[in-house]
């Protein structure tokens, strides 16, 4: 099993009021990826961080092995998801893969 972490910051033009329903659109975009993305078997999205966090919200996947997370990067549900929910609205994202 290996773990994908991802962390984002929204951009400065994202409006205070906006994020609360973008983080909720993000989760439910990317946590709907289970099932349809071979290997991919867990999705936790952190949208409460401490406000000691360098990031406003954190994807926590799971997958079955380390080739998973190239397959996942490109799977045509995956790219629809980031391009849709996520890429549009954030920026310095960090990623953390490990087993």
């Known amino acids: 099993m290996v773990h994908h972490i991802v962390m ?3 951009k400065p033009e994202i409006k205070e009021v906006q994020k609360e329903r973008l983080k ?7 946590k709907s990826l289970v099932g349809k993305v071979p290997g991919l078997l ?3 999205f952190i949208k409460e961080p401490f406000s000691s966090s360098t990031h406003d919200m954190a994807l926590l ?5 380390a ?3 190239a ?3 490109v799977h045509p549900e995956h790219v629809k998801a980031a391009d849709t ?3 549009p ?11």
Do not use: G, H, P, S
């Open 8 to 10: 984002w910051k929204f």
């Open 24 to 30: 909720q659109n993000m989760e439910e975009a990317l």
């Open 42 to 44: 867990t999705v936790d």
């Open 61 to 65: 996947t799971t997958l079955e092995k």
């Open 67 to 69: 080739e998973d997370i």
């Open 71 to 73: 397959a996942y990067a």
């Open 85 to 87: 929910y996520v890429r």
């Open 89 to 99: 609205y954030v920026t310095e994202r960090a990623c953390l893969d490990y087993e």
